[in-house]
Every structure is written in structure tokens, then in C-alpha cells.
């Protein structure tokens, strides 16, 4: 073959790859998510008593909220992190709800075992694959605002 016809052919490879990355949709973590949506707008006051364990790193409240309650994560001295405590291994069993655990470093479902990282909301023993379903948290001492 001449060097024209292989650079033909590698033009509509190229051609051919480009197209089939442009088909794919981009990724949205809503999209992906098996838990139901439900409307999210809450604040809270870390300062009140029910709330102090948000006071130090690690620290961690159960509020309620989300699909079946939300899980408040303090990961910094100036964040703090919302997830649904739904969880995302068979979201239809009304069994599976996720709990923070003693260690503080990970949450629990006692129905199907699931474990997720406090930190980031990935799982850390399965059988769930998708990570928990995470809010957006806007923390501004003392006052965290909670939204989907």
C-alpha cells in the first residue's frame, strides 16, 4: 500500500474513534445515582447543642432530611459533608439505611453490609458499587447550608 492510502485509513480511524467518544453523554453523578431525588434546603446552626459533635474533624450528626435521613460528616476545619443515609446497594429494600460508625472514618448499612468512606462517600466493603448520594454543603462558621 502507498503512504497515501495508510494515511487515509488512519485519517478515518481517527475519525471514526472521535465520533464514538463525542456519542457518549457526559458523566452527571445525578444522573448515575439509583437514589430517589428529593428536594434538599436545610440549615443548621453547628453551635446548638444537638449539633456538637460537628465541632471537631471526624466528627459526625444524623439529621433528617434526603431520601431517609442524612449523615453530616465534619472532614476539615472548614468543611463539612452531606450524604443521603440511604443506601446504594438495592435502593427498593427499605432494610438499607446507612449509619455512621464509631471508628469515624466510615458508615454503615447493617442490612446488606455495605461500608462508605466518610471522607469521600466511596464504598470501602461492598456488595453496593455506587457511592452514597452526596449534597452540596456550604459551611460557613456556624452555619451549614444543606442543597440539592
Sequence with gaps: M???TILALK??????????VLSF???NPDEISNIPLVQVNFQYNINLPQYINLQTIGGSVEVFGGSRGIILYRSSSDEIKAYDRHCT???????????ADPNRFTATDNCCGSSFLLSTGDVSKPPAILPLKQYTANFNDPILTVTN
Design 2 to 4: 502507498t503512504k497515501i
Design 11 to 20: 485519517k478515518q480511524l481517527l475519525f471514526v474513534v472521535f465520533a464514538t
Design 25 to 27: 453523554p457526559a458523566c
Design 89 to 99: 446497594f438495592e435502593p427498593s429494600n427499605t432494610c438499607g439505611l446507612v449509619s
